[in-house]
């Protein structure tokens, strides 16, 4: 398959940067389309912890060369920061092994500070936002105002910075928050375009001559099924396309691209979510602890980016269902099966009721989830400590008929489960 697509069926923090990295081994090149730095994917590699927020979980791996779609938007900071410790790390971000696009989108200060004005003032109503810029710098891409990465090689770019940061200042000012000096801005993203220059690209150009040339492509979604713009809990959503049909837009492919494409879902064993927004099958009290963790280790349920405790709950089978029909997923992976084990019983939603009425898909999509109630399936859970299982027959049998009903009620196969963070703990279904 030239084309896999990695995609979260759930509301992000799936672990798909653990599941790309496993993928990456065979790959050539790991291309991002969607989002900015608002994601976090984690990758272990025995004692170092990778998190990474912009540059694709497969760069990690020294054949693969690391795309940045036009998509996506682009805090330059972010990026160096990160490209610093991966050198740091002795992995090269050099600009044969790094692509960005020309056509993606720069986040600023402005963007930022935008963000934050717009929380404040919808107040308790707020979405609950990564605080990254991500809403206001797509803001600027639909209205045609925005700064594209091309625009770093234009001689006047600390100029187009200035007349960015004034007009948005004007924006605070009516949220009457404080406004940003222009000069420091400006001064600093010229040395950002001068850093950035060499690894600007035509990425869809370089991702057609790779496919053609029969590379294997691993694309990798940002957040969730669940959080995309469209598809998702509308309004509690990001700004931009998470799902699997995007990565083509996203990275400017043609729809050729798709018939050769693999689309593998991620799942998490359980539900959880960052930020407000509608959540069924939501947890509270001990079991919701049992779930999230301490927080002691950094495979807990806290946010990559944020550190905020996520909601957590059982795993909803009506919103996975959804989730593989609007991205067209060919298999799941499921990640974290080793946290439930312990477990007295684990539930599964297998539909909604409402009215007496028993549902197994969602009429309207999931923006308004508060009219249904979650109908469970129970299941023994298991004792065993799962951590050291590779194979499959060797999983407790409570665990794989849990897995068996996951499978059979989203109607995609499970190809593999994690087992733990650490890179080879992974378990194949073959
Ligand atoms: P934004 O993307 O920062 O605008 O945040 C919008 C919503 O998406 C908030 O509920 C965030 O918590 C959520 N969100 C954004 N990125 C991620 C992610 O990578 N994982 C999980 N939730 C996310």
Sequence with gaps: MPLQIIVGAQWGDEGKGRIVDWFASRADLSARYNGGDNAGHTVTVGPRIFKLHLLPSGIIHPQVTAVLGNGMVINPRTLFEEMDILNGSGISTSPDRLR???????????HQALDKALEGARGKDNIGTTGRGIGPAYTDKATR????????LAPDFPERVGDHVAETNRTLRMYTAPELDPAPVCAQYREFADRLKPYIADTSLELHAAMQAGKIILVEAAQGTLLDLDFGTYPFVTSSSTTAPAALTGLGLGLDAARTASVVGVVKAFQTRVGSGPFPTELTGDLAMRLRGSGANPWDEYGTTTGR?????????????????????????????????????????????????????LPFGPSDLSPYEPVYEQFPGWKEDVGGVRNWNELPSAARDYLDRIASLAGVPIRLASVGPERDQVVEKV
């Design 100 to 110: 960005i696009s020309y056509a993606a989108h720069l986040i600023t200060p402005s």
């Design 145 to 152: 105002r925005g700064l594209r990465v091309a625009d770093m």
């Design 309 to 361: 405790p996520r909601r957590v709950g059982w795993l909803d089978g009506v919103l996975l269902r959804y989730a593989v029909r609007i991205n067209g997923l060919s298999e799941l992976t499921v990640t974290k099966l080793d946290v439930l084990s312990g477990m007295e019983n684990i539930k599964l939603c297998t539909a909604y009721r409402q009215a007496g009425k028993t549902l197994d898909d």
